[in-house]
């Protein structure tokens, strides 16, 4: 119950996110990001044992943590970056020395960004916890995956299933040739 109560904490404590809408199944999406959020709190929250008191001084440092990680993610920068290294055999070495500069400078404000939030993150929790949460949240992550990976093998399957041959539905009766 105590867990419960604290992840309903932290779910109000979410910033606004602008969800992605999908044309087709905009509403599904929609869902699925909030029961993907949802379960995300859940899970910090009871890998870190967060307390009440913790919970409350965590999430809005951690929620101000992923919107400036998603904008600096965002930039237009990142995403030139990201359409020139589709094509680096294609870059004169101007070009190339320009992207790895990009690249560098953005490394740098990644971890400065992370340095910054480690030190809030100390002021609200203890170490331990500082450091479970990194632990946590490739866990979440991989679980994540791991999820989609055999939600889409299953659908792959069920595909499949329904394509079968007619030679497959009767093997005594295969086609001479």
């Known amino acids: 119950m105590k867990y419960l109560f604290i992840a ?7 910033t606004s996110v602008g ?3 999908d044309k087709h199944d905009g509403k599904h999406t929609s869902e ?3 029961r993907l959020q949802t379960a995300h709190v859940g899970f910090i929250t009871n890998e870190l044992s ?3 008191a913790e919970a409350q001084a965590f999430w809005p440092v951690y929620n101000a ?3 400036d990680k998603k904008a600096l993610m965002g930039t237009h920068d990142m995403k030139s970056m990201h359409k020139n290294q589709q094509s680096m055999d294609k870059l004169s ?13 953005h490394r740098s404000a990644v971890t400065s960004l992370e340095q910054s939030y480690q030190s809030k993150y100390l002021a609200v929790l203890p170490a331990n916890k500082v450091l479970m949460l990194h632990h946590a949240e490739m866990q979440f992550k991989q679980r994540v995956m ?3 990976k055999r939600g889409h093998e299953a659908r792959t399957k069920k595909a499949n299933h329904g394509k079968r041959s007619k030679d497959s539905r009767h093997p005594g009766m295969a086609r001479e040739q």
Request: net charge negative; charged share 30%.
């Open 65 to 67: 943590h992923k919107a």
């Open 19 to 21: 969800q992605k809408h």
């Open 32 to 34: 699925m990001h909030e």
């Open 146 to 148: 791991e999820r989609f």
């Open 8 to 14: 309903l904490i932290a779910v109000s404590s979410l």
């Open 50 to 52: 967060l307390t009440e």
């Open 93 to 105: 070495e101007k070009e190339a020395l320009v992207l790895l500069e990009k690249m560098t400078a």
